[in-house]
């Protein structure tokens, strides 16, 4: 089959590599188009994945993520056309599935939180199949026009496309990190997103907290990256980094986000979220299991050295050819279910 996956943020890189690498080992033919916003073009030069480069983030507002949609399925559509492909997937990309739908390739979308209703009322009645994990209700879906498309993976996507991770130390090195002290690890809000559509407070004044010691913050935007560099208190990469590595070998990670908070919880890190929205199931679980904790106040953030962090505790491991089998419409690939722990 000839399969085409779109990448429109970051993290969407690091979930579709171990995919697409699934469906090119199981003989298909893969295509990658990725928008140019946050790291995403950077990521995809980091772990090699031949990408076309269309279009970019329009902007945070309504209107500007309309013409945004707008503008970039049909710069999509055009490329697209002529390709013959048999499968168009993306990770909550609306571009991709607009495009797929007015080329009538039939599609896929996958995401982990279900409450960005602007969203998923496009992606979910555009796509054939919706990928998600088994811990969201299937009738909170419904109303986006999902009711029969469902196909649920258990467990969190971290454990699938960080299978085969294994830190790497350098990357304290890199950032002048003294491993004999705390490191924590922030992310910041998601501002431009629609479900977040307010200041975060209580995330400055994390930040306030975190001054002194070894913070490493890793902005989503050039504007956020500016500010935070002229406060002069964080250490701010200025490109994208071994992000994995670090929250492996962390002592604790804060995020207003949602991956990375998965990711440190794939990983074994401690991890709060200060992420004000309404919470997704994935997270309820969560917290409910002790996994992650909701900081409500800077003072409740605990910051422990640990004794022998190296991001190699009890793990779970998932083969990254069921989420590749899943996006196909239920297709067998070799390597099913849990690879190790």
Same mark, same amino acid.
């Given at each position: ?19 697409? #690498?699934? @469906?090119?080992?199981?003989?298909? !033919? ?64 609306? !571009? ?71 830190? !790497? ?8 990190? !003294? ?58 990469? #200025? ?86 089998? @899943? ?15």
């Amino acid at each position: 089959m000839r399969i085409w996956v779109d990448l429109t943020n970051s993290p969407h890189v690091l979930v579709m590599r171990p995919v697409i #690498e699934s @469906l090119r080992a199981d003989g298909h !033919d893969v295509e990658v188009t990725a928008r140019d916003f946050a790291q995403t073009l950077e990521l995809c030069e980091r772990f090699g994945i031949a990408h076309t480069a269309i279009g970019r983030h329009r902007g945070g507002r309504i209107g500007a993520k309309a013409f945004g949609l707008a503008a970039r399925s049909t710069a999509l559509t055009r490329w697209a056309r002529g390709r013959r492909f048999h499968r168009a997937i993306g990770h909550g990309s609306n !571009d991709v599935m607009v495009a797929a739908a007015l080329l009538r390739i039939p599609s896929a979308t996958t995401f982990d939180y279900e409450w960005a209703t602007v969203q998923h009322n496009v992606n979910c009645r555009l796509a054939a199949d919706v990928v998600v994990p088994e811990a969201i209700p299937p009738e909170r879906l419904y109303p986006y026009g999902a009711r029969g498309k469902i196909r649920a993976y258990p467990g969190l996507k971290e454990e699938y496309y960080l299978a085969d991770f294994e830190p !790497d130390a350098a990357i304290l090195d890199e950032l002048g990190l !003294d491993p004999a002290k705390p490191i924590a690890v922030v992310r910041t809000p998601p501002a431009v997103s629609l479900y977040h559509r307010f200041e975060n407070d209580l995330f400055a004044d994390v930040l306030h907290r975190l001054a002194d010691g070894q913070t490493v913050v890793l902005p989503r935007t050039p504007e956020q990256r500016a500010e935070l560099r002229r406060a002069g208190r964080f250490i701010v990469p #200025e490109r994208a980094i071994d992000a994995q590595s670090l929250i492996a070998l962390a002592d604790v990670v804060v995020s207003a986000g949602g991956t990375m908070n998965r990711e440190a919880v794939a990983l074994g890190t401690p991890v709060y979220t200060v992420f004000e929205g309404r919470l997704g199931a994935v997270d309820e679980r969560l917290i409910a299991e002790g996994r992650l904790r909701r900081l409500t106040s800077p003072g409740a953030l605990q910051i422990v050295k640990r004794t022998a962090p190296d991001g190699a505790g009890a793990r779970v491991r998932r083969a990254p050819a069921v989420l590749a089998g @899943l996006l196909l419409g239920g297709a067998t690939l070799a390597g099913r279910g849990v690879l190790g722990s």
